[in-house]
């Protein structure tokens, strides 16, 4: 019904424009009303609102209560402003708790709209997505029957998650390929552990940090240690690919375990409470250890956060393709009721004051994925290839499943190969 010529609404959306006038009047003191004219209440617009409202209540195919009009209207309102901001509902404030807690029920990806299409940042590290082959920049086609045209974020990371033992397929469009591919996955339990490590070589450690949680820096001091009882570090590769990010003070406390002084990250919002600084401190866990961090376009948010930090204090040869480019900080905000809201409050930046919003980090080394091939024509014949030779003192075992990991991992190679070069060259110039 359009507005009178008295001006006046219906009663029902009358009511409606009367609440909303009234909520920021608890807010706003008059005096800080007054000396913020930017902050009036668009009148004109809220009115629109109410008649809009007052016809979908009139005249839409189905009957819609006014809960969920309200409630969509504030998803509206957040979808809007960034693919990170959103209104959270009870299913989703919980959900998200349980994901920052490190366990939940799903498949074990993180994804994000990319071009308005549901798309994978990255599939996490031994969950049903990884070993499903699932990769970074996957579109989300479907979820089920559900086409994921019209969801937003939140609602797909909903339909994804449930009870552990269930099935969900996804329908699949890989970059490259003519056709898209149906996926049946089976939800479990996801418990992340953020840190891995090993051995590649001799005195060239391995750390993967998969995302950062409350107790990565804990666990990757941990790594390190460890690595260490069996002799020297010649070298470390940290490896960031396909890390979705995590809670910004893990991220701190992970550069901060590499250097000794300097700016780690600062962030800047409109709001004098969203701007930060952190700088490290003096105590690391691998003194002028060669370190190389790996790369690609699955690592987003608090990864280029600590590759980004490494590299401005050259702390670090960041290597491989660029990264995702999320350079905004988000907060939770409970809203009392069971609900919560996902605002973006501040944006980061590096220690050289790069913005990595929609830019992402550029590597030092530029590496691709691929693997190594090796031929069998023209390669001479060797004394481990005579049958019945002499073993070393080495495990085989060991030494042939390293060969293979470093064979299928090409970047990993080359990033050890470089280690190898930085010690030679640290070496001479002692």
């Known amino acids: 019904m359009p507005l009178s010529s008295a001006g006046l609404l219906p009663a029902a959306p009358r009511r409606l424009l009367a609440a909303l006038l009234a909520v920021p009047l608890v807010w706003l003191s008059p005096a800080a009303q007054a000396t913020s004219p930017g902050d009036d209440l668009p009148l004109e617009e809220i009115q629109t609102f109410a008649e809009v409202f007052e016809r979908i209540k009139r005249v839409y195919v189905e009957d819609v209560d006014d809960r969920t009009l309200l409630r969509n209207a504030m998803r509206g309102m957040l979808s809007e402003l960034d693919p990170h901001s959103a209104y959270l509902d009870r299913d989703e404030f919980q959900s998200l708790r349980e994901s920052t807690q490190g366990e939940f029920g799903g498949i074990g990806i993180e994804v994000g709209l990319q071009d308005g299409q549901l798309t ?41 998650r449930g009870e552990p033992g269930s099935e969900l397929s996804l329908t699949i469009q890989r970059r490259g390929e003519e056709s898209p591919r149906t996926v049946t996955l089976t939800r479990e339990i996801i418990r992340t552990e953020s840190v891995r490590s090993e051995m590649l070589e001799t005195g060239y450690g391995y750390l993967r940090v998969s995302q950062f949680q ?28 396909n890390n979705p990010g995590g809670v910004l003070q893990a991220a701190v406390a992970v550069a901060d375990a590499f250097l000794d002084d300097g700016l780690i990250v600062y962030t800047e919002g409109r709001l004098p409470d969203a701007e930060m600084r952190f700088s490290a401190g003096r105590d690391t866990v691998a003194p002028e250890v060669p370190l190389v961090v790996l790369i690609n376009g699955g690592s987003a948010s608090a990864a280029e956060i600590v590759a980004g930090a490494l590299q401005d204090q050259h702390r670090a040869v960041v290597m491989g393709t660029e990264s995702f480019g999320k350079g905004s900080v988000q907060q939770i905000m409970p809203l009392g009721n069971g609900e919560g809201l996902k605002l973006t409050t501040a944006l980061y930046y590096t220690p050289s004051g790069r913005s990595i919003q929609a830019q992402g980090i550029e590597p030092d080394v530029e590496v691709v994925r691929g693997r190594v091939e090796v031929t069998e024509s023209g390669r001479q014949l060797r004394e481990a290839d ?24 090409y970047q990993l190679s080359e990033a050890l190969n470089l280690l190898k070069a930085l010690n030679v060259v640290s070496q001479r110039r002692r």
């Open 214 to 241: 409350s107790r990565t820096a804990d666990q990757l001091g941990t790594a390190i240690a460890r690595m260490e009882r069996d002799g020297p570090l010649n070298g470390l590769v940290l490896d960031l690919r």
């Open 120 to 160: 994978i940042i990255t599939p996490i590290d031994d969950t049903p997505a990884a070993r499903a082959g699932l990769q970074s920049r996957d579109q989300i086609l479907r979820i089920d029957d559900t086409p994921t045209d019209r969801l937003s974020l939140q609602e797909a990371v909903t339909l994804m």
């Open 386 to 409: 005579l049958e019945g030779h002499l073993r070393s003192q080495d495990d085989p075992r060991e030494r042939h499943e390293m060969s293979e990991r470093l064979r299928e991992d």
